[in-house]
Structures are given as structure tokens and as C-alpha cells.
């Protein structure tokens, strides 16, 4: 009878050491390839610090979701004046700060008049330009003033560097950042990881996950092994594309390929002569063949573009066919350029592999018209200071990964050097329009101007390709901004 | 032995100060701005200039070079540019695991070596000796980042006896950190063992050529009391040396491994520091890793005093740097020796 009881209570246990087992884990540790410099999206531009911390750790009034739409953030709605020049955001109550400290509407003033004041250091300074005034109404309503009707107004708001911060800890943020989100820093060991962990007193739907932990892993070869392993289980955008064959055969792992806001693009000193000529950047967009570029920069994900807009966002008009790949056409432009003995150019390529690869790619469909690239491999930090800032280049491959950035082509001194008033006009008076429709019309006529007028050679949209193990839920597909949401992410049974 | 010192220790300083000098100048003719490289492409020209005014870069390069300089004395090596943190608390956070995975892959590399050397130089010529140091050829040609990955499929993808990478941190618990470090190790110390067993060899057939050898042979000792009382003894002087340099780059020359493993390191610090423009924090470890260097060579110095009791029965008999009553061609040919074969192994690459 003894033994009986012993058994049996035996079999509970098990039992009850089995059903514990299969519950839901609840730990994520996540892949990424470089490590954030510090943890302050308001303070770096740095993709890798609104990675780690966007919708996790710091939030918003508006945020930004997986398709680029715009949803409320910590306010739950705003109303806007007749003229398009007040915003008044009613904000959540019972919000609070990682530190236990209260959120309200002067945090929001705080935010938004550090991020435009004349010293501030905010990487994405321009989102509040058109900010006159900030006024806390009461603590849970703050009124924006805008010196003009801002058609991205909302959209502005949910991006990674207009988070809001508390002023009694907005200088540590770097190291110890504190904000309103559903997950908290719990500890970064530097070099190695950050480690988040659910915050407990969270004002909306609680994380599911209790821990997430992303793990700096630099090198590409190491990043499948540690998949295999199982020791990282997700890299919202995985560097090895050479064994995306290898991981999209096998169960165990869904490998979801998705967009980006990066515009790969081969930017041209529009200044530069023979570059200043229309008829030899023609050329440049004839002799190239896209889908070659593709194969070798992307592996063949990419998605082609004829113009400085992702092919997944609204208003995206295909202006691929304007100069198809044509060598004939290409030789005529430049005989009409005076140069049909061809020319030589140098390009230089940033360390990425979608640069140097397709850089080479590019160079040799340029010999075919009898135009000579020299190749420059620089660092970043050389490509930022000669290309960037000195505008000291003829060609360049680059990825401009900030979302909505058609603006860039009418910004005075920008690199690519290029001015066209009839695009200014357009850029101009899409700022000041609200309404829908026409922004989306006046969007297609910039995207237009540019495809014909080539500032650029438009080559294709940078894939994400992410890739997690198959019982995982909720990782985002695009990244209409770049961020690795952890909101919603659940293990599955 | 007073003088000796003295003027080691002299030169030492000296070697320091110039260092710092052509760090100093290096990182200045370095292309790039750390402020733009912080507030990226959206920023505007006076912001960047506000960030460079806070950073201090735009204060007169000798200004900057004594406040730093002066720094260094203090041992205040300043803070970083993008971590905004001393650069000191992030030299001790990777040094925990850069000097530990050192030792173990400097200890194993020994322990592979010393046995190796001994056993072919015995054989010399003969059939163990070849296969031996065909396998040590081996060892030197291929590359260690391959030999990595071959190790991390086979022990922790396919075994799942190790994790495949990364490190825990010693607050884990002593076992589970050193699980870590354990392929690294191993995948750091094969090619240097390689390379350590071959200088071994070589200098114990110098060494078994030497007349007192045959002397001792004569008086009637065992072949095996020759080769590990009197031979072996006197071949360590090059194998030291050999050992003082690689433990130098075992420190931190180590960034492919540290890639491959994403072991939060040295090298791989010096290597973010330097894209990331984060000069500070690159002359700082830069003149950590010369101060390093500079007495692990002082205490191969004095070592050899240990395994030589010539040096000690004449104390003060100093000639070139080197201690009296060694041979320096003998350091030097093994010296050139390792650097052959590692270029080579390099150059592979």
C-alpha cells in the first residue's frame, strides 16, 4: 500500500514536471550585428539604438507599426484644428516611468522643447522644425502649435527619435535608459548584451515575453551556428545570406523576407562634371542592369526601385521601366553628351556588402558603354567625412535607410548636389498638405521628377530578412521604421 | 643586476612616451569625425559642430595631446566618445575576458607544444618526427577562424556540449563562463601550439648538437635523463621568447576569434573603437597593450635568469639588452623563425 502511495505520488510529480515543461517559454534572445553605441534614441542616430529600444523601452505619443502605419502611442488620441496648425493630444493616465515616477503632459513638453531647442543634439532634429510651442494644457492634455499645416505631423511624432523622455533622468538615458515601455533595461554587459525584462507596472497590454535578450553577434559566419545551436532563436534581420537556403529547408526555423525603408541607390556628385550633364547620368541609368545588381548586392531579394520610394509604402509609384537596361540607348546618351569615347569616374564603396558587391557588379556593366569606375573601398567613417560632408566623390553605392526621405533631394548642401527648383516647389507644398489624396498625388510627381531627372541611379529597396525559430509569433516582417518590436512576440504551445 | 634594471626600466619609459606620441599622431591623421559618426546623416553642419565643441575636438592638437598625455599619468585614460563611459571601466569589462582566455590558450599551447617538441626533435628525421611535423604544418597553414567554425559544428551545433558563442559573464558562475571560453581556446591555441612546438624542436636539435651534450652522453647518463635534464632546460630560451610574443598577441590580436565567438573582448573593442572613430578609446587600450608588451618582454628578460643559473652566478654583466651568456642569434633566429611561419599562416588568410 506503501509502495503504491509512493508510486503514485511519483507520477504526480512527473507529471506535474512535464505539464511545467511544456508551458510557453517565455525568454527570447535575439541576434543582432552591431552593438548599439549607447541607448538614448534621442542622442544617436545609430540604427542599433532604436532596435533595442523602440516600443520596448521608450515610446512615443504616435507610434509607428509593422506596415508603416501610424497608431497611438502614449497618447490615445489627439484632435487637430481647422487650419492644420494645433495638434492637442490627450495623453493615457496611470502611465509611468521605469523609475516609478509619473508620466504626464510635461514630459511631452520637456521631450519636444529639448529635442528642438537651438543646442540640441537630437540626430533627427528636423522632425521638430515646424514646432512653435509646446503648452501642458493640464496633465493629460498637451497642445502642439505648428507654424504651417504638416501633412507628416503624426508620423513625425512615432519615430524612434521623438520618444519621450523624463527630464529628472533624460541625461542618463545612454546608460540606464528610462522610459514608458513594456519592457525595462535590466542589464547590458557591453560588447556582449542588453538584457530587457517585462516591466511589471506596464499602463497597457503587458509583454508576453518576460526577458529578452539581444545578443551582439558581429560576424556573419557565426550567426548560423548560433541559430542551429539554439542559442539565439531570432535575428530580425539575419547578416548570412549565403545559407538562407540551408535555414529556409529546415522546420525548425521561419524565415520571412520583408522590406526595408532602405533605398539602396547609386548617388552621383550631380555637380561634378560630366555628371552635371542630364544626358550622362541618363546613360548611367541606361547601362545598368538592375536585376545583375540584385543577384550579386542581395542575394536576389531585393525589391527593384526607379525612384527614391519604398515599394511598400503608400503613394509608391513603379518608375522601374523609365530607362530600361538598354547599352544602344545608353552609347547614344553619351554621344549626345559629346563623350562617346567613354569617360573614367571613380566610385567609392562604404564597408557594406551590398556596396561592394554591387559596386563591382556596376563597374563592369560601365565598361560595356566605355565608362572606366575606379573603385575606392573607404570605411564609414571616411565615406561620412569625403563623401558626406566634403562631397569629395563621383559616385557612391548607399542605402538611405531613414523612412519617408524623398525630402533629402531638395535639402540644401546635401551631398548629392542637386537642385531643381520644380522638385523644391513639389517637396515644398507637400509639407503643408494634409490631405491625403494630394499628398499621395504630389508624392508620385516627386518620385517622377526624380526617376526622370536621375539624381541618383535607383537600384533596389533593401530586403529584411529575418529568420526565427518557427514557434515564435508576433516578430515583425518590414521595417517601416527600424525597430524590433517585441510588443506582441510569443512563443507558440 | 641594479643597473640592468634601471636602464631596462628606463627604456622602458622612454618607449612609453614616444608611444603615446605616435598613437597620439596616428589617430589624428585618421580620416573621420566621431561627431558626425554619432548624430549620422539627418544632422545639420552646426550640430555637429556643437557635439565637436562638447567632445572638446576642437581645442589645439598639442592642448589636446598634454591633456591627455597628462591624463595617462593619473592613469585617467578619459571617456568614450560613444559609450560615454570611461574608457578604464570598459577596459576592465573586456579584460576579464580577454586575459583569462589568453592564459588558458597560452597554457594549452604549451602543454601541446613542450611534449611535441621533445618527442621530434628525439626522432629527428625519423618517421614520427615527419608525421608529427606535418601535422604542426598543418596546424600553422590553416586558418584558425576555419578551424573555429569547424569546432563550434562539431561541439556545440552538433554535440551541444558548448554554447556556440558569447560570453556569460564570470557572475554566471565559474564553470559556465569557462564552458565559453573553452573552443576559443582551443581554436587560439592549436596554431600557436603548432608554431611553439616547431621552434621547440629545432632548438633542442641545436641544443643536442652542443658538445656538453655529448660530454654528458660520455659520463654515462640515460638518453632520456640528457634530453629533459640538460637539453630541454637550455632550449627554453628561445621557446620563452617565443611565448612573450604570443601572449602580446594572443591579448588582443585575437579579433577574428573574438568575431567568430562574439566574445566581448579586446580586440573587438580596438576594432569598434576605430570604426566607430571612438579615438580615446583606441590610444588608451593602444597604450595599455605597449605598456603590456613592454613588461611582459621585462619579465622574459628576467626569466631567463631563472631557467639559466649562469645569469645568476654573474650578476652586472650586461651586453645589448640581452643578459650575459646568451647567445642572442639563437633568440633571434627563433624569433624570425615564428614570424616566418605566422606570416605565413597569415597570408593564407
Known sequence: ?493 | MTAYLLKRIIIAALTLVLASIVVFAVMEILPGDPARLMLGLNASADQVEVLRNQMGLNAPLVLRYLHWAGGLLSLDFGRSYTYSVPVIDLVRERIVVSLPLALIALALSTIIAIPIGVFSASRQGRAGDTLVMGAAQLGVAVPNFWFALMLIYLFAVWLRLVPAGGFPGWSAGIWTALKSLLLPAVALALPQAAILGRVARSALIEVLNEDYIRTARAKGLPYRAVLWRHALRNAMIPVLTILGLQFAFLLAGTIIIENVFYLPGLGRLIFQAITQRDLIVVEGIVMLLVAAVILINLLVDFSYAIVDPRLRAIPGKVRSGFPSGIAPKQILRAVQRFRETRNRSRGRQ
Open chain 1, 1 to 493: 500500500m506503501k509502495l503504491w502511495k509512493t508510486i503514485l505520488a511519483a507520477a504526480m510529480l512527473s507529471l506535474a514536471a512535464a505539464t511545467s515543461a511544456f508551458a510557453a517559454r517565455t525568454d527570447l534572445t535575439l541576434g543582432i550585428v552591431l552593438e548599439p553605441p549607447h541607448l538614448d534614441p534621442t542622442a544617436g542616430a545609430a540604427a542599433a539604438i532604436g532596435e533595442v529600444t523602440y516600443a520596448n523601452v521608450f515610446e512615443g505619443l504616435t507610434r509607428i507599426d509593422d506596415n508603416g502605419q501610424v497608431q497611438s502611442g502614449l497618447a490615445e488620441s489627439w484632435a487637430v484644428s481647422d487650419d492644420g496648425k494645433v495638434y492637442t493630444f490627450k495623453l493615457h493616465s496611470g502611465v509611468k516611468f521605469h523609475d516609478g515616477s509619473a508620466f504626464s503632459a510635461d514630459d511631452v513638453k520637456f521631450s519636444l522643447d529639448r529635442a528642438r531647442a537651438k543646442d540640441s543634439l537630437n540626430p533627427q532634429k528636423q522632425l521638430f522644425a515646424h514646432i512653435t510651442d509646446v503648452t501642458a494644457v493640464d496633465p493629460a492634455t498637451v497642445k502642439v502649435s505648428l507654424d504651417g499645416p504638416q501633412g507628416s505631423f503624426l508620423s513625425d511624432m512615432g519615430q524612434v527619435a521623438a520618444v519621450i523622455v523624463a527630464k529628472a533622468s533624460a541625461n542618463g538615458n545612454k546608460d540606464k535608459p528610462i522610459g514608458t515601455g513594456p519592457f525595462k533595461l535590466d542589464h547590458w554587459a557591453k560588447g556582449s548584451e542588453i538584457t530587457l525584462v517585462k516591466n511589471p507596472d506596464y499602463w497597457g497590454t503587458p509583454a508576453a515575453l518576460d526577458k529578452a535578450t539581444f545578443r551582439i553577434v558581429p560576424d556573419a559566419a557565426a550567426a548560423v551556428p548560433a541559430l542551429l545551436s539554439g542559442d539565439i532563436q531570432a535575428f530580425a534581420n539575419m547578416p548570412a545570406q549565403d545559407a538562407l537556403e540551408q535555414l529556409q529547408s529546415d522546420p525548425r526555423f521561419s524565415v520571412v523576407i520583408g522590406s526595408t525603408e532602405g533605398e539602396t541607390i547609386l548617388s552621383i556628385n550631380n555637380k561634378k562634371p560630366p555628371f552635371d550633364k542630364l544626358a550622362v547620368r541618363q546613360a548611367l541609368a541606361s547601362a545598368i542592369d538592375r536585376s545583375a545588381v540584385i543577384a550579386a548586392a542581395s542575394n536576389g531579394l531585393g525589391k527593384p526601385i526607379g525612384s527614391h520610394f519604398s515599394p511598400g509604402d503608400a503613394g509608391y509609384v513603379d518608375l522601374t521601366g523609365v530607362y530600361p537596361h538598354d547599352i544602344a540607348k545608353a552609347k547614344e546618351y553619351l554621344k549626345e553628351a559629346g563623350l562617346e569615347n567613354g569617360f573614367s569616374a571613380t566610385i567609392k564603396l562604404p564597408p557594406v556588402p551590398y556596396a561592394r558587391d554591387g559596386g563591382q557588379v556596376i563597374q563592369s556593366q560601365l565598361k560595356d558603354i566605355g565608362v572606366n569606375l575606379q573603385i575606392i573601398p573607404v570605411e564609414w567613417a571616411e565615406w561620412l567625412s569625403q563623401v558626406f560632408t566634403n562631397k569629395d566623390y563621383d559616385l557612391t553605392i548607399v542605402s538611405h535607410v531613414e523612412p519617408n526621405d524623398i525630402d533629402i533631394y531638395s535639402r540644401p548642401g546635401y551631398y548629392f548636389q542637386y537642385d531643381n527648383p520644380k522638385f523644391n516647389d513639389v517637396i515644398k507644398e507637400l509639407g503643408t498638405t494634409v490631405d491625403k489624396d494630394k499628398r499621395l498625388e504630389l508624392l508620385g510627381e516627386a518620385q517622377k521628377i526624380l526617376a526622370h531627372d536621375v539624381p541618383a541611379v535607383y537600384l533596389f529597396e533593401l530586403p529584411k530578412i529575418g529568420v526565427w525559430d518557427a514557434k515564435l509569433q508576433g516578430m515583425w516582417t518590414n521595417w517601416s521604421i527600424e525597430a524590433d518590436d517585441l510588443t506582441k512576440v510569443k512563443w507558440t504551445d
